[in-house]
């Protein structure tokens, strides 16, 4: 039979360990949030703007003798407001700023997300990623892969390109936060 254990994201389900990850994702509009999203949990691209239609989409990792179960939040065109209600970020293990290659505006954007952002997160407990979207438009590249990189870097992020389009990259990046989340986790648990 199912266990829970009371106060822990942990649960147990027989002898398989399932741990819940609410994974939120920012960014400006049509950089590809709802599309990372929807690569995410149904590996799938479409070409008009994705509605997720619902508060998230899910998807479970598993890593060794852990399993994940994501809930993916995407903002809901909230953005365009340039912020999203607190609530959003509430609990979140992990959050993803989204920026798209061939807009440098989107990248000058996602620093203010960061910003943004860390008023909202607890460091060393939210597992944050800075991710350039959209690599399958290579002719039109704005941001430099090396831009990207320094300014995680600079934060501490993972950093990771992606297309949602292709697939590029999407499931090592949910697999990167799978196993950064994990490792927090185990490390509050010790
Ligand atoms: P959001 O507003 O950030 O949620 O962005 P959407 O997911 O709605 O995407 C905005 C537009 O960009 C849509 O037309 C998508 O089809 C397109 N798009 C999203 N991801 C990619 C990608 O990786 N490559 C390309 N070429 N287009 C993308």
């Known amino acids: 039979m199912a266990e829970k254990k009371v106060g ?3 649960e147990f389900l027989g002898k ?3 741990l819940r990850v609410k994974m939120v ?3 400006s509009s049509g950089v590809g949030k709802s599309s990372l999203a929807l690569r995410f949990s149904k590996d799938e691209f479409k ?3 994705p509605t997720v239609g619902c508060a998230y989409l899910t998807q479970v990792v598993c890593l060794h003798d852990v399993t994940l179960r994501f809930e993916i939040w995407d903002t809901a065109g909230q953005e365009k407001y ?3 209600t607190p609530l959003y970020y509430r609990g979140a293990h992990a959050a993803l700023v989204v920026y798209d290659i061939s807009k440098r505006e989107s990248f000058v954007r996602a620093q203010l997300w960061l910003r943004e952002l860390e008023k909202h997160y ?3 407990e939210t597992v944050v990623g800075l991710v350039g979207n959209k690599t399958d438009l290579p002719n039109i590249r704005q ?3 090396q831009e990207g990189q320094s300014l995680a870097e600079s934060k501490g992020l993972v950093f990771m390109e992606t297309s949602a389009k292709s697939g590029e990259q999407t499931s090592e990046l949910l697999l990167n936060i799978a196993h950064r989340v994990n490792q927090r986790t185990m490390d509050k648990d010790r």
């Open 8 to 10: 822990s994201r942990r």
């Open 16 to 18: 398989a360990s399932a």
């Open 25 to 27: 994702i920012l960014g």
């Open 47 to 49: 070409n008009s703007s």
């Open 82 to 84: 340039h912020s999203v």
């Open 122 to 124: 607890i460091p060393g």
């Open 143 to 145: 941001v430099s892969l």
